[in-house]
């Protein structure tokens, strides 16, 4: 994370380094960061937090950056985004402090996504990005000490890859924990939970992935086989290497969206299937679309800390995820509440947040665990959690572990998945390119399969349009005093959000 010059420049009084000889305890004990600081190991270059600099009475390597020092560490960072593997590397050989600098590991990853690494699936992990990119072994590696750097921006992105997740995922207050059932019938799902997040921790028992699926099995199973992990595509044994020793603030997260068809396993309700849907969430309405449905299932896999800042998810669908092995922290929120650290556009299309979920842990989570609408659960291999359409949602795995998920449609959800579809039409996502449409492709199956129910889902879709229609309205002062719409006059002042002089009637304002 990069600082401002302001807090670059002032020390984070609250940041010091914990298991060094020149540690010091803060007195302010309602800051949740001290006692994150004081589990945070002795940084491997030895650098410190800025703080500690006022306190050393020795040489500060600042010093040797000569010109350079005019520069805030944030900039520096900045402009060595810019430099090849080569310059990056000698630069890093002038003195301590750029040594600090050239090792921050974030850069070479940037230089390993741009390399002939990137289309490579298969290679020898050496731990971080640095080292695979340089092709360094443990023994060509050199340690240079650098207890006397002072750096927030250097020093921040190792607390927060050593943040505790305990501290955030434990104690939820009983008013924020998620539902946890055993199982459901799908009226009991129609009637009072299809809203609702809940997790069931005997639905998915008789699955054959829980017996046979683990982090080595699939290893010993699939080691070949190449498998998307966010902008790379890697053999499983690969990422396995990934895994077993890695140490980013934002690990890579397995996400593929493919794995059936790689791996030649059965989905759904046959005898050699490896899992299928559970029958409590009933009918999956986009299943009517066969193979123009946009990609609606994923294995995910990933290391402790890694997992999904806060989004929603696409379409207006809802989902399923199921824990295979190991265990998630889930934090949520209903579809119209304020997160706490997340902004949204005018027309939800965009979302800025904290760029790790370790980031939103240290700022957010305790204001976030205040709020009445939060809702918080941990959700163990063998059980499965229900995210409704709209809600907002951060996941975090609080050890190594694998997920299977499923996005769908539900009933009782029909109506905002339709008016996603027909007014959000620039955030629909999944498709295949050559699906064109895919509204008007859903109402003419729906209309085919269940034209009662496609009937009632447009009728609730034109009727919150029309109130939101109506709002709109009444802030912008279309009605005239004799209750009338005004006539829009020439030359004068025209009110709007950048969009142009017209709002189409269908346009969501919000």
Not at 19 to 28: A, I, L, P, V, Y
Not at 231 to 258: C, G, R
Not at 436 to 444: A, C, I, K, N, W
Request: charged share 25%.
């Amino acid at each position: 994370m990069l600082l401002s010059t302001d807090q670059q420049q002032k020390p984070n009084g609250l940041i010091f380094e914990a298991n060094g000889n020149e540690s010091h305890r803060m007195t302010d004990e309602d800051d949740a960061s001290t006692a994150v600081e004081s589990s945070v190991p002795t940084h491997p270059l030895g650098i410190k937090p800025l703080g500690n600099k006022y306190f050393h009475t020795g040489e500060d390597a600042r010093v040797n950056l000569g010109d350079l020092q005019v520069l805030p560490d944030e900039m520096l960072a900045q402009l060595f985004e810019y430099l090849d593997k080569r310059t990056l590397r000698l630069l890093g050989y002038a003195c301590k402090f750029l040594y600090a600098h050239c090792s921050y590991d974030d850069l070479w990853k940037t230089i390993f996504l741009e390399s002939e690494f990137k289309d490579k699936s298969s290679f020898q992990w050496q731990g971080s990005w640095r080292a695979t990119v340089l092709g360094l072994s443990p023994e060509k590696r050199i340690k240079i000490d650098c207890s006397n750097v002072f750096s927030d921006v250097l020093h921040r992105p190792f607390v927060c890859s050593h943040v505790s997740l305990p501290k955030y995922t434990r104690n939820i207050p009983p008013a924020n924990k998620i539902p946890s059932l055993d199982d459901l019938t799908y009226d009991e799902f129609a009637e009072k939970w299809s809203k609702k997040p809940f997790i069931l921790t005997r639905c998915i028992q008789s699955w054959p992935v829980l017996k046979s699926w683990n982090m080595d099995t699939l290893h010993k199973m699939y080691s070949d086989v190449v498998f998307r992990a966010e902008a790379v595509d890697w053999s499983f044994d690969t990422y396995y290497q990934y895994v077993m020793d890695s140490h980013d603030e934002s690990p890579l997260y397995l996400f593929d969206k493919k794995f059936a068809e790689k791996m030649a396993i059965e989905v759904g309700q046959t005898k050699d299937a490896a899992y299928w849907n559970p029958d409590c969430f009933g009918k999956d309405l986009f299943e009517l679309l066969g193979a123009e449905r946009p990609a609606h299932r994923w294995m995910i896999i990933g290391p402790e800390r890694s997992g999904s800042t806060f989004h929603k998810d696409p379409n207006a669908t809802s989902a399923w995820n199921a824990v295979i092995q190991g265990a998630k922290y889930w934090i949520m929120f209903p579809p119209s509440a304020q997160v706490p650290g997340v902004y949204v556009s005018e027309d939800h299309s965009e979302v800025t947040s904290p760029l790790s979920i370790a980031e939103w842990l240290l700022e957010f989570h305790a204001e976030a665990r205040r709020l009445p609408e939060c809702r918080e659960g941990i959700c163990h291999a063998g059980e499965i959690l229900h995210v409704p359409s709209g809600w907002w949602h951060l996941v975090v795995n609080i050890e190594p572990g694998i997920a299977l998920t499923q996005n769908f449609v539900p009933k009782a959800h029909l109506s905002d998945v339709l008016s996603f579809l027909k007014y959000k039409a620039d955030q629909i996502s999944g498709f295949k390119k050559e699906v064109e449409g895919p509204y008007t492709l859903f109402v003419e199956r729906l209309r085919v399969g269940y034209p009662e129910l496609l009937e009632e889902a447009v009728k609730q879709m034109e009727e919150k349009q029309g109130n939101k229609k109506r709002r709109w309205d009444q802030v912008v002062g279309h009605d005239s005093a004799d209750g009338g719409p005004e006539q829009k006059k020439g030359g004068g002042f025209s009110f709007g959000f950048g969009f142009g002089d017209d709002i189409d009637e269908h346009d969501e304002i919000p």
